[in-house]
Nanobody
């Protein structure tokens, strides 16, 4: 059973930085698609960043150039480095993991299609004040 545990959320002022972590356990092998999503109150959950087994990355337009999605395979940990944070980045952030190694193997075309991901963490809150 795959388990994902997020950490690193908190409160920060506009322009600040945070790094979220997602510790994964239960995988029998490394190298699967993983992603970060977020959900603000009253809004739909939206994709933020994703990475596949070949380290190909994809970012939502709203965070491109500000967020990155590094990973440490030795530690089975995915990160979300968030810089130049804005109040509109305030949301609950969720880590997600896929049983597929790539969009091609999943026969999907959108990194943020929730059908790509079978496993979800409980979320960590990020609050950005102006």
């Amino acid at each position: 059973q795959v388990q994902l545990v997020e950490s690193g959320g908190g409160s920060v002022q506009s322009g600040g930085s945070l790094r979220l972590s997602c510790a994964a356990s239960g995988y029998t092998d490394s190298g699967y698609c993983m992603g970060w999503f977020r959900q603000a109150p009253g809004k739909e959950r939206e994709g933020v960043a994703a990475i596949d087994s070949g380290s190909y990355t994809s970012y939502a337009a709203s965070v491109k150039g500000r967020f990155t999605i590094p990973q440490d395979n030795a530690k089975n940990t995915l990160y979300l480095q968030m810089n130049s944070l804005k109040p509109e980045d305030t949301a609950m952030y969720y880590c997600a993991a896929s049983p597929f190694t790539s969009l091609l193997s999943a026969k999907l075309s959108n990194w943020f299609d929730r059908r790509l991901y079978n496993y979800w963490g409980q979320g960590t809150q990020v609050t950005v004040s102006s």
